[in-house]
């Protein structure tokens, strides 16, 4: 587990979600199940290394709040227990606290500088973006007129739809195209011919569709949970600051002033890590995409029922604009997490 999912896991302890178990595993066409196989081993390599930028990156920011809100712990507790008096008896090992929070902030900055230098942001968006392209590749294959005539460009995204931003960077998806043109082609020939291919194509776009639709779901609830938790924890922490702050008009006590110290350090810390990850925008992203594949889902199913009384191109229509939902939300991902980087406060 990393250490973004360890610290949101406790963030969360109780709640339900309530999402479900999800999907069984989608199950190609007989035709599409060789292409699979060609462009799995690309697929899982780029996942693979999505999911580990991913992990690093997200992992980063948590840490460098949490741990800011820890280095003025730190710089607060000598006065606490009395150390900074040269006549208590731990006065000589005051430097203790002074090197924990050194070194506490040393970590801060090591993470910020290797997290800029190896580029995670970057790379967990860019191997994102060629693992959801290869993922999506075969049901985009169906799409293409592999025997069309003259000059056509070699990405097959590039042949189904007029514009798409993300294929702009996908030159590793296009080499996959070009390597895996004959086996599509030869694949697919005749295929939108074949009642059984339709049927078949059509559920395999739907089970597809509804995984996503179940991963987003996820993706809202935890988000809308994340949100109302800690905002309860920040509205607890203000409280509790501003009820020691009263107190300590009329008490004087250092642990008072690490308390209102410590408390808002802590609760800036939770409040700058859930703006980094872009909690609300997200579960709002989230929450729309949700409805509109629903909607894509119902467009296929009802382009399937007129394929089969003579409709051909429906269902080809349907399972484009499907995709083009899923394409558009990628870029807007991009466009939501690109601006934020590795700050230090």
């Not at 973004?4 to 969360?12: A, E, G, S, T």
């Not at 988000?223 to 008490?251: D, E, K, P, S």
């Not at 949700?290 to 089969?308: F, S, T, W, Y």
Request: glycine share 6%; proline share 5%; with cysteine.
């Amino acid at each position: 587990m990393a250490l973004h999912q360890f610290i949101q896991r406790v963030l969360l302890f109780g709640v339900d979600l309530g999402v479900g178990p999800a999907p069984a595993r989608p199950v190609p066409p007989r035709r599409l199940q060789g292409l699979i196989s060609a462009i799995a081993g690309t697929h899982q390599r780029f996942d693979g290394l999505a999911v580990d930028f991913g992990h690093r990156y997200r992992s980063a920011f948590w840490s460098i709040y949490l741990l800011s809100a820890v280095a003025v712990l730190f710089a607060v507790m000598p006065l606490a227990l009395g150390w900074d008096d040269s006549r208590h008896g731990m006065h000589p090992w005051l430097f203790i606290w002074a090197l924990c929070e050194v070194q506490i902030i040393f970590v801060v900055g090591v993470i910020y500088f290797i997290g800029h230098r190896r580029d995670w942001q970057g790379q967990w968006l860019w191997t994102r973006t060629q693992a959801e392209l290869t993922w999506y590749l075969p049901v985009i294959a169906p799409l293409v007129d592999f025997a069309a005539p003259g000059p056509k460009p070699d990405n097959w995204y590039a042949r189904v739809y007029d514009s798409v931003q993300p294929v702009d960077k996908a030159d590793d998806v296009t080499t996959l195209c070009i390597a895996n043109e004959p086996l599509a082609a030869e694949a697919l020939r005749d295929a939108w011919e074949a009642a059984d291919f339709r049927a078949d194509y059509a559920r395999y776009t739907i089970e597809l569709l509804n995984d996503q639709r179940h991963y987003h779901s996820r993706v809202a609830k935890r988000q809308r949970a994340l949100l109302h938790r800690v905002h309860a924890i920040n509205t607890r922490l203000f409280a509790v600051t501003a009820v020691g702050a009263l107190v300590h008009l009329v008490v004087h006590s250092l642990w008072l002033s690490v308390m209102t110290t410590f408390f808002p350090a802590l609760g800036a810390s939770l409040h700058g890590a859930l703006a980094q990850s872009e909690s609300y925008r997200l579960a709002v992203t989230s929450e729309r995409l949700v409805d509109e594949l629903k909607a894509a889902v119902g467009r296929i199913q009802a382009a399937a029922a007129r394929e089969a009384e003579g409709s051909a191109g429906a269902l080809r229509e349907a399972v484009r604009d499907a995709i083009g939902v899923i394409l558009e939300e990628h870029q807007d991902w991009h466009m939501l997490v690109r601006p934020h980087h590795l700050p230090l406060g």
